[in-house]
C-alpha cells in the first residue's frame, strides 16, 4: 500500500509518502513541505498548496490519503487555517478518487508510539526508526506527515471495516418512506 500523509497547515503543510504493508519494513518515498508566507491572502495561499499536494500526487500516485483530522483548539485562527489546508488535500485527493481517511492526532501518536500522548520529538524518532532514516525529517510537520501514513499503513484496513460497519449500521436503522402511491382522477 503506497499512502501520502498530509498535516495540514497554511504556513506548512506537511507531506510524506510511506509504500509497505503492516508487519512488514517500511519505506519512505518521499517526505516535505509546502510552504505558504503568512502575510498573503487566504486564497492564493490555498492555490499554492493545491499546486503542492497535486504535484505529490503526480509523482507518487499513492493508493489512499491520510489527513490529520483537524481539532478544536483556543485559537480559531489557526483552527481554521488547519482545516482550510485540510479540505484543500481531501479535494485533490477527491477529484482523483483517490480515497481518502482522516485520523486524530492522539490515534497517530498512539500507534507510532504507543503512547496518545507523545510529544512531537517522540514521533519524530518514531518514525526515523521506523522508517530507518539517518535523523528525523524536519520540520516537525514532515516527521508527522509520515506517522500519518504509517498510521494508516498499520491501522487503516481495520478503521475502514469499522466505519463501514457504523455505516451499515446507521443504514439500517433509518426508517423508510411508505410507497408512494399514483393518485389517479
Known amino acids: 500500500m503506497r499512502v501520502l500523509g498530509v498535516d495540514p497547515g497554511l504556513t506548512r503543510c ?10 512488514r519494513p517500511l519505506t519512505m518515498l518521499g517526505v516535505g513541505v509546502v510552504r505558504t508566507p503568512s502575510d498573503e ?22 493508493e489512499l490519503v491520510a489527513v490529520e483530522r483537524v481539532f478544536a483548539q483556543h485559537n480559531v485562527r489557526t483552527v481554521m487555517g488547519t ?14 478518487g ?10 497517530v501518536k498512539a500507534a507510532i508510539t504507543g ?27 514532515a516527521a508527522d506527515a509520515l506517522a500519518l501514513a504509517i498510521c494508516h499503513i498499520w491501522r487503516g484496513p481495520t478503521t475502514n471495516r469499522l466505519q463501514q460497519a457504523h455505516a451499515a449500521a446507521r443504514a439500517s436503522r ?5 410507497p408512494v402511491r399514483k393518485v389517479t382522477r
Open 98 to 107: 483517490i480515497p481518502v481517511t482522516l485520523h486524530t492526532p492522539s490515534e
Open 115 to 141: 503512547s496518545g500522548r507523545a510529544d512531537k520529538a517522540q514521533v519524530g524518532a518514531m518514525v526515523t526508526r521506523l522508517l530507518r532514516l539517518s535523523a528525523p525529517p524536519k520540520p516537525a510537520d
Open 14 to 23: 506537511g507531506i510524506g509518502v510511506v509504500e509497505g504493508v503492516a508487519g
Open 41 to 62: 491572502e487566504i486564497g492564493p495561499r490555498l492555490v499554492a498548496i493545491e499546486r503542492g499536494i497535486e504535484a505529490w500526487l503526480d509523482e507518487h500516485r499513492p
Open 174 to 178: 433509518i426508517p423508510t418512506a411508505p
Open 83 to 96: 482545516a482550510q489546508a485540510s479540505a484543500v488535500a481531501m479535494l485533490c485527493a477527491a477529484r482523483r
